[in-house]
Nanobody, 126 residues
Framework: QVQLVESGGGLVQAGDSLRLSCVVS????????MAWFRQGPGKEREFVAA????????YYGDSVKGRFTISRDNRKNTLDLQMNALKPEDTAVYYC???????????????????WGQGTQVTVSS
């Protein structure tokens, strides 16, 4: 059974930084493309960032480009999201997700991801 557990969320002020982590167990992490999604209050879940299984290919949502960085450590089965220059509109529950079928090409779409974590809350005050 594959499990994803996010951590690192919290309450910060606008302009601050935060680093989220996701630990994956029970599967073959190094073969999965991975992604972060988020769901703000009253909003649909949206794509944040994705990374290929090798880590060489990354994609970002337009609203976070230049501020967020996705990375992974295949030795530790961890996925990270470094978030800088946070804005109140970044307030959301952040989810990590794993795509077991095509690790070479990370996807933007939620439907491609097979495994999901429970989420971690990030709140950015103005």
């Amino acid at each position: 059974q594959v499990q994803l557990v996010e951590s690192g969320g919290g309450l910060v002020q606008a302009g601050d930084s935060l680093r989220l982590s996701c630990v994956v167990s029970g599967g073959t992490f190094s073969t999965y493309a991975m992604a972060w999604f988020r769901q703000g209050p009253g909003k649909e879940r949206e794509f944040v960032a994705a990374i290929s299984m090798s880590g060489r290919t990354t994609y970002y949502g337009d609203s976070v480009k230049g501020r967020f960085t996705i990375s992974r450590d295949n030795r530790k089965n961890t996925l990270d999201l470094q978030m800088n220059a946070l804005k109140p509109e970044d307030t959301a529950v952040y989810y990590c997700a794993a795509d077991r079928d095509d690790g070479h090409v990370p996807s933007y779409g939620q439907s491609w991801y097979d495994y999901w974590g429970q989420g971690t809350q990030v709140t950015v005050s103005s």
